[in-house]
């Protein structure tokens, strides 16, 4: 049985595609993100864009650690960029995220890439790859 996060990742990148293929690259993050989030939507998930995480380290809280660009139903999280490069940080970014939010998947879509599948990385905290 496939478990949830699958669904949500392979709906997600299927998503990421066509958009990048309609759109291409050179617009803002932000509008990646809400066209992203449109028709996420319209497939029936729940999403809350920009949230903000707090972390507590020993007896100190942080109230904005950092900040989510997209958790989809609270189990995968999205981290969008519009640049022309992929670099090794932002899967090393969403690791911490889901690290500190205990939850097991996510990406980096970077829709500045020539092609989305150079600029998609999927990335597993406690899942197989």
Known sequence: MEVPEE???RDA????????????????????????CH???KLGYRLERQREVSI???GLKFEKAFRLDLLI???????????????KLFARQI????KLTQKRLGAVMNF?????KDG????????PR
């Open 95 to 98: 690791l911490t995220y889901l």
């Open 7 to 9: 669904k949500i990742m």
């Open 39 to 41: 028709e996420m939507n």
């Open 120 to 127: 998609f990385e999927r990335v597993a905290n406690g899942m």
């Open 112 to 116: 500045g890439m020539e092609l989305f």
């Open 73 to 87: 139903d609270d189990c995968v999280i999205i981290e969008f960029k519009a640049v022309s490069e992929m670099h």
């Open 13 to 36: 990148f299927d998503v990421g595609i066509r958009i990048h293929r309609e759109l291409g690259p050179g617009l803002y993050e932000s509008v990646y993100e809400a066209v992203f």
């Open 56 to 58: 507590e380290w020993d």
